[in-house]
């Protein structure tokens, strides 16, 4: 059974085309994340890879994209488990957009307890940076 992640939806300061186009950059993912928590940084416009604290390499690449409002991302050869990650980016008034992050991954049940909070924190903290960055 897969597990299912949704992060907090941030309204951010920036129009849809705007933070679509600099969710599109896999170089710009690393803003995203936790500093103090990742090493191994790697990256391109298509893909990247980071090395979590205490935990495994996440390498992330771009599936497919809908222009301006949604971005699927597949987990790369040797991740730890098989999953996607969409970004949903929604226009809102004032020159605003709405963006979210949705995660489904195929997790043991044994490391389903230890990664779901960890997960959770971590896709909320890149839905604030998302926010931050464009502030």
Request: charged letters at 25%; proline letters at 5%; hydrophobic letters at 40%.
């Amino acid at each position: 059974m897969a597990t299912k992640i949704d992060s907090n939806k941030v309204i951010i300061n920036a129009n849809q085309e705007t933070v679509f186009t600099y969710l599109t950059d896999f170089n710009n993912i690393k803003e995203l994340l936790p500093q103090d928590k990742i090493s191994d940084w790697k990256a391109t416009t298509e893909e990247c890879s980071f090395k979590i604290q205490n935990a495994a390499v996440i390498p992330l690449v771009k599936d497919t994209v809908e222009p301006n409002g949604k971005i699927n991302i597949k987990s790369g050869e040797n991740a730890p488990f098989p999953f996607t990650l969409e970004v949903f980016i929604e226009e809102q008034p004032d020159n605003k957009s709405q963006a979210y992050l949705k995660f489904e991954g195929e997790i043991n049940a044994f490391l389903k307890m230890m990664v779901v909070k960890p997960l959770t924190n971590l896709f909320n903290y890149m839905a604030d940076r998302i926010q931050e960055v464009h502030s």
